[in-house]
């Protein structure tokens, strides 16, 4: 199993443009979460889904959009990407049970000029 | 709203010394979670801790939840260089429209153990 995979792994974008980050995950998990993690803030959670075609705005929703057209996606999209929007993206899956862990993909390092 | 505080942030110890750190939460929870990150690298689970008392060990490192206390601790025992990196708690709670959970992070330790 590749658990949970991100593509890219590095962009460079400059201000205004736009890209979509792809996560999937093969484990069959039901929800998966899109966070960004920036020095000295841990963190944070800027979309969710709970199962396919569904998704909900995390603590940091403003300036991205995500979908989940099949249950082993869930796509982040930047429409007009600023500097305030440089950051490393993780996305994780976990499944409903009892634990709710939560796995990992290996990051997408952006940057925005 | 949940707040993760972890303490120390920054942590520089030697080999062989024994230190704690602590994970302090605002709201009722009894599922905490430890994550580990190296530097440039994904976090990895380490430690899910689901109820009041629990307590769970793995090499040196020994993690526990005081539910009624809102805290949790990773302790670490005659620390080795190999366990240099940044330890991340979580704390679930429930997203109210779906009945979904969420984990809210601490801050993160950075621990750098010297030889």
């Known amino acids: 199993n590749a658990g949970v995979t991100q593509t890219p792994k590095f962009r460079v974008l400059k201000t205004g443009q736009s890209m979509t980050l792809l996560c999937a995950q093969d484990?069959?998990?039901?929800?998966m979460y899109w966070y960004r993690q920036d020095p000295g803030m841990g963190l944070r959670l800027i979309h969710y889904?709970?199962?396919?075609?569904?998704?909900a705005k995390g603590e940091v929703p403003d300036g991205y959009n995500v979908s989940r057209l099949k249950k082993q996606n869930f796509l982040l999209g930047l429409e007009s990407a600023a500097p305030s929007q440089t950051s490393v993206y993780f996305c994780?899956?976990?499944?409903?049970?009892?634990?709710?862990?939560?796995?990992f993909g290996p990051g997408t390092r952006l940057t925005v000029t | 709203e949940l707040k993760v505080e972890q303490n120390p942030l920054f942590l520089s110890m030697q080999e062989g010394k024994n230190y704690t750190i602590y994970c302090n939460y605002s709201?009722?929870?009894?599922?905490l979670y430890w994550y580990r990150q190296d530097p440039g690298k994904s976090l990895e689970s380490l430690f899910v801790?689901?109820?009041?008392?629990a307590v769970k060990q793995e090499g040196r490192l020994m993690a526990s939840l005081d539910t009624k206390a809102r805290l949790s601790t990773l302790h670490i025992t005659a620390a080795v260089h190999d366990l240099s990196a940044t330890y991340f708690c979580a704390v679930d709670s429930f997203i109210s429209n779906f009945g979904n959970e969420k984990l809210t992070f601490g801050t993160g330790t950075r621990l750098t153990i010297i030889p």
């Open positions: 709201t009722t929870s009894d599922r």
């Open positions: 484990m069959n998990h039901e929800y």
């Open positions: 889904s709970v199962g396919e075609g569904t998704t």
């Open positions: 994780a899956s976990s499944y409903w049970g009892q634990t709710y862990e939560q796995y």
């Open positions: 801790l689901l109820s009041n008392g």
